[in-house]
């Protein structure tokens, strides 16, 4: 634990004192997240890692909206919806839409679990460094809350002129959605001290 | 209110990766993060010229953007290219002013939010303002907070195209508007990623 916690927005200097289940300490002059307690541990995150996955799986295999006209249907998933924008140069936007609704939430599915899965037994991960690393980068840029409202943008849309129904994988996104919220809130900061000399 | 130091004045730094809290003395020559490794910087280099950059570049996509048709829908009703403008009024009239207003939030409002909010915060810090820090610093975090919701219209958009696939029925393609569009959130989110924070409430002589 680190004896000085720094504001990560305005730079001001506290001294860290303990908190207590449910606490979150905010910087008194910006207002900026100091730190919180650790609502969520290892075991319970690792738990939450694993839904996430599952609920990832489903999200892709199965359709999250489907249209069905004079026997002809059509699905849409998030891998449909990234084809769909491969025409010419503007798969620069399915790249985008790839990277952002299907790459980044399984990488960091897949990085969580490795990092966690050391954890349990209080050990750092292989290449820990880099991962750590990696999933604070990525962490803006996962968005599947967005594709979740998207989804619904879209029946509301087209709901008036064809008959479309939603499938079982929003269902899915929407618990995806709900997981990595979870997640989010276990602070991976706290993790640098997974192992380290100090100990925990 | 109580003064606060700054960890600047202090001879300390914190890693923006790890948030550790480290004495700079103790860092060696290449300025090294002692726990995870980054490269440990004051501030982040060339804070508000890499910002600039991207706002504007950002502005310079949002033409296009708007311009440009997202969608292009053939059916029995007829051909017709659409824009992100184009599409809200649609909305509008036909009376769906809940998806209207959404999407307007979504597509137009925030990116002019950030436009003009990331323009507030580089004029300020340029100008060494002590006004409102506070509030600057939340308006920050906001900016952070809002900026990957503009990609709602790329994912309305792919979404529509990818299941309007009944030929003469009814089609839906997407158009080169909506490539810019997703530049737009891009490049403005690289914007709001780039400013630090630190530097509204930094005095410099």
């Keep these: ?33 100091l730190a919180r307690h650790l609502s969520v541990n290892v075991d319970s995150g690792l738990a939450l890692v694993c839904a996430a996955a599952i609920f990832f799986t489903i999200a892709n295999l199965t359709p999250i909206l489907s249209i069905e006209i004079a026997g002809m249907q059509t699905r849409a998933n998030v891998w449909f919806a990234v084809r769909s924008l491969q025409e010419g140069w503007i798969s620069l936007a399915a790249f985008g839409l790839a990277f952002t609704t299907f790459l980044i939430p399984a990488l960091q599915i897949a990085l969580l679990f490795w990092v966690l899965l050391f954890a349990r037994t209080g050990r750092r991960a292989p290449s820990f460094g880099p991962i750590m690393k990696l999933l604070h980068q990525m962490r803006p840029w996962s968005m599947s809350e967005v594709f979740l409202l998207g989804a619904l943008v879209a029946i509301v849309k087209l709901a008036k002129w064809v008959p479309i129904s939603a499938g079982p994988g929003i269902w899915a996104i929407a618990a995806l959605t709900a997981v990595l919220a979870l997640l989010g809130r276990c602070d991976p900061a706290s993790w640098w001290s997974i192992g380290s000399e100090a100990g925990t | 209110m109580i003064p606060l130091a700054q960890s600047l004045d202090l001879g300390l730094s914190r890693c923006r990766t790890c948030g550790l809290s480290v004495t700079r003395a103790t860092l060696g020559a290449g300025m090294r993060c002692p726990s995870c490794q980054s490269r440990m910087e004051q501030r982040t280099p060339y804070s508000t010229e890499v910002t600039l950059a991207w706002l504007i570049a950002g502005m310079v996509l949002y033409i296009p953007a708007n311009l440009l048709p997202v969608m292009h829908t053939s059916g029995l009703l007829g051909e017709s290219d659409s824009t992100i403008l184009g599409g809200i009024l649609e909305f509008w009239r036909a009376g769906d002013w809940d998806i209207a207003l959404l999407i307007f939030v979504a597509s137009v ?51 529509t195209s990818a299941l309007m696939q009944f030929q003469i029925l009814g089609a839906a393609e997407p158009r080169a508007g909506i490539a810019f569009f997703c530049g737009v959130v891009v490049v403005t989110m690289l914007s709001a990623l780039s400013f630090d924070p630190r530097l509204i409430w930094d005095r410099r002589s």
Excluded at chain 2, 111 to 133: C, D, H, M, Y
Excluded at chain 2, 136 to 141: A, D, F, I, K, N
């Design chain 2, 109 to 159: 409002a925030v990116p002019f939010t950030k436009f003009i909010a990331i323009g507030l915060l580089l004029f300020t810090v340029r100008k060494n303002s002590q006004w409102e820090q506070r509030q600057r610093t939340v308006l920050y975090r906001i900016v952070e907070f809002i900026g990957y919701w503009s990609m709602l219209d790329v994912i309305v958009v792919a979404l």
């Design chain 1, 1 to 33: 634990m680190n004896a000085i916690v720094i504001c990560r927005d305005c730079d001001a200097v506290y001294r860290a004192v303990p908190l207590h289940r449910g606490d979150v300490a905010l910087c008194r002059r910006c207002g900026a997240v």
